[in-house]
């Protein structure tokens, strides 16, 4: 742990990674107002300043990057060891052969890492990972950690972690840059600046890290994926509820409604409803607030998706929460559960490798007559283009 003579001796940014000049005006902690609109495109401005990122080959051309709201990053060369807070951005920097260089998670219990195991090759120990929130998130143990790039939105650090602006520009100054934009819901009112869908993101993450092949490598097979699944899809899909267990055996939820956000990405691409949406639920996300079952009911949903975090089997699904339902007096009468559709909801927090799993495995729940147990995507694929071994 560095103490304070160490830190006033330390130089006020890293020799190789500094800010651009759209962060003079406050950029990292203002939250740039934008149109907040589903999919906006890159600007004008956005484009010009990342297109010396694109080559990999010249690791030691300085290069920038742009995303709201920490305006403009420049580096001189690619960063190392890296600390996102949530498990998207995670999932985003192992795709990107970066795992070697990962050091830290906000919370171990919701990145997927047990996901990678399917993968030949690929592979992160959670265990070894340090956890940031450890009864709260402080300041010291970015210090501690040393890290050459913080892969966290600035204003997610002071929203959701109580952090002080003064917090966010000491850590900022005197360790790494913050680079990031909160994506994975689009409820919290802070966020009054542009999203980026995942892999609006995962490109931004791939520019930082000058991993431009591996990032058109994903893109290209997540289409060709989604095309093939999308294209067996019945022409009816169903209203989904996709709830969070307040309790296991649950006798109340927490409502997620499907928006926009990177945590709903394999719902959108499944096609369904949103149940809750239609009827006026509000997001636990905005309210922290549970629905019970009686109200459950009066919505009574197609089917219930039942988000849970960490490595979930469909034997202990079926235990803890399916036989749950089926013998309770009031979840019972739902038509979800009498027409065995509650299926798994998957982890809140996705990237790319992520999302393929999640997607295969929703659409295996909603679709059993048409997907059963089949593989929605090939492994080896994802293990190579992770690995690097792949034609760009």
């Known amino acids: 742990m560095a103490d304070d003579a160490t830190r006033r001796e330390r130089p006020t940014r890293r020799e190789y990674v500094k800010y651009g000049g759209a962060l003079v005006g406050g950029g990292l902690l203002a939250g740039c107002t934008g149109d907040g609109g589903p999919e906006p495109s890159s600007t004008g401005t956005e484009a010009a300043t990342d297109a010396s990122a694109e080559s ?10 742009t995303m709201e709201p920490v305006g403009t990053v420049e580096f001189d060369r690619p960063p190392e060891t890296w600390v996102p807070y949530t498990g998207d951005y995670a999932d985003m920097g192992v795709a990107l052969g970066q795992a070697d260089g990962l050091l830290a998670i906000g919370v171990r219990a919701r990145f997927g890492t047990h996901l990678y195991e399917e993968l030949p090759g690929v592979s992160v120990t959670k265990d070894d990972l340090t956890q940031l929130w450890q009864d709260g998130t402080g300041k010291e143990v970015f210090y501690e950690l040393d890290a050459d790039v913080h892969v966290v939105d600035p204003n997610f650090a002071v929203n959701r972690l109580g952090w002080s602006r003064d917090d966010v520009r000491e850590i900022d100054e005197n360790v790494a840059p913050f680079f990031g934009n909160t994506g994975f819901t689009r409820v919290y009112d802070w966020h009054d600046y542009r999203y980026y869908s995942m892999y609006e993101a995962f490109e931004k993450l791939a520019r930082v890290f000058r991993q431009r092949a591996r990032y058109e490598a994903f893109a290209r097979y997540h289409d060709e994926v989604l095309a093939d699944v999308r294209a067996r899809l019945p022409d009816e899909t169903p209203d ?7 309790g296991v055996p649950p006798e109340s939820f927490y409502p997620y409604l499907i928006g926009g956000g990177t945590q709903s990405k394999h719902w959108n691409d499944l096609n369904v ?3 809750l949406a239609e ?11 549970t629905i ?20 979930i089997t469909p034997e202990y699904f079926e235990e803890a929460i399916v036989s749950h339902l089926r013998n309770h007096e009031v979840a019972g009468e739902l038509r979800a559960v009498r027409n ?5 909801g998957g982890l809140t927090y996705q990237g790319p490798i992520i999302h393929l799993f999640q997607l295969e495995r929703a659409a295996r729940g909603l679709y059993p007559d048409e997907f059963g147990d089949e593989r929605l995507f090939d492994r080896q694929r994802v293990a190579d283009i992770v690995n690097g071994e792949f034609r760009a």
């Open 279 to 289: 009827h006026g639920v509000t997001d636990a996300q905005a309210s922290g607030g």
């Open 56 to 65: 990999e080959t010249a690791t030691d051309t300085p290069y920038s990057v």
């Open 273 to 275: 409803g949103d149940a």
């Open 292 to 311: 019970d079952y009686e109200t459950l009911l009066e919505i009574d949903p197609d089917a219930l998706a039942i988000r849970l975090q960490g490595e």
């Open 240 to 246: 989904v509820a996709v709830l969070y267990p307040a």
């Open 340 to 344: 065995d559709r509650v299926v798994y």
